[in-house]
């Protein structure tokens, strides 16, 4: 995407991982296992007009590693009642775990109502709805990722939906905790942002009420898998200030009770 290549080159991504394609299922396992990561969401991604990474591509990956990798489906949002049939369909018959929204790339924010009918299905089937707040590393308007008032309205309208807010949500970070707090489904993951960059509203709510609703991401490959666990050894867990009390639920724990994931870390971390 021509949008996402400035992204890449100011995040200072490794161009031997971000411009290789069609890595194999085993390369990207052997980059999970060098980083020690034992679970992994993969997105399926896609704007008006044109699938970038399909949700049958991501099932190759699922398909391959079904306790490793995981996937989040990505529909069109301008054709409602074919989405609502292919969400049900990855859900249903591939085992995807959630439904992940890119708004920048429609430039709709998730209070747009083409979501709705997306919504109450995610809330039938029992999976989250994850998306991006904050504002955009590539050149797209960055008003749709408010998380007040574009969060908060669709928790309020459909409190049974879960919302895995993505990217922190900078510069709007307290929003975003405000969000978490207020919502009893609503969380936040940190992909896109090194741990050595996390904002410290952020790191506060992780070690006090908001410890249960936190969760850990990279954005792969924008950012290295080795390169941010390490920094949350390295960086996050010493001057950074997240308490050890934190770490568990953090680095899986929460992610793993959210999604549905299969609870076998240590058995997998075990065989790493």
Known sequence: MPEVAKLFEDSHS????AGQKDMSPEQVIAHMDEAGITHMCMSAWSRPGKVIFSNEDVAVYT?????????????????PVEAVKELEHYVKKEGFVGL????????????????????????ELDIPFLTQVGHTGP???????????????????????????????????????????????????????????????????ANTTGRSKVMFGTNWPQLGLKACVDAVNDHLLTTG????????????????????????????KSSL
């Open 63 to 79: 398909r391959a590693y079904p306790d490793r990798i995981f996937g989040l489906a990505t529909v069109d949002l301008h054709n």
């Open 100 to 123: 992940r929204v890119v708004p920048w790339l429609w430039n709709l924010p998730p209070s747009d109502a083409h979501y709705w009918p997306l919504f109450v299905k995610c809330i």
């Open 241 to 268: 200030g997240l308490r050890k009390e934190s770490l568990q639920p953090f680095m899986g724990g929460n992610a793993v009770r959210v999604l549905k994931l299969p609870n076998n870390l240590s058995q997998i």
């Open 14 to 17: 490794d161009p031997a991982i």
């Open 139 to 205: 050149a797209c308007p960055s008003e749709v990722g408010r998380p007040i008032p574009h969060i908060d309205h669709i928790a309020l309208k459909f409190p049974d939906l879960k919302i895995i807010m993505g990217h922190l949500g900078y510069p709007w970070a307290a929003e975003t905790v405000a969000v978490a707090w207020k919502h009893r489904n609503c969380y936040i993951d940190t992909s896109a942002w090194s741990p050595k960059y996390y904002d410290p509203a952020f790191v506060t709510f």
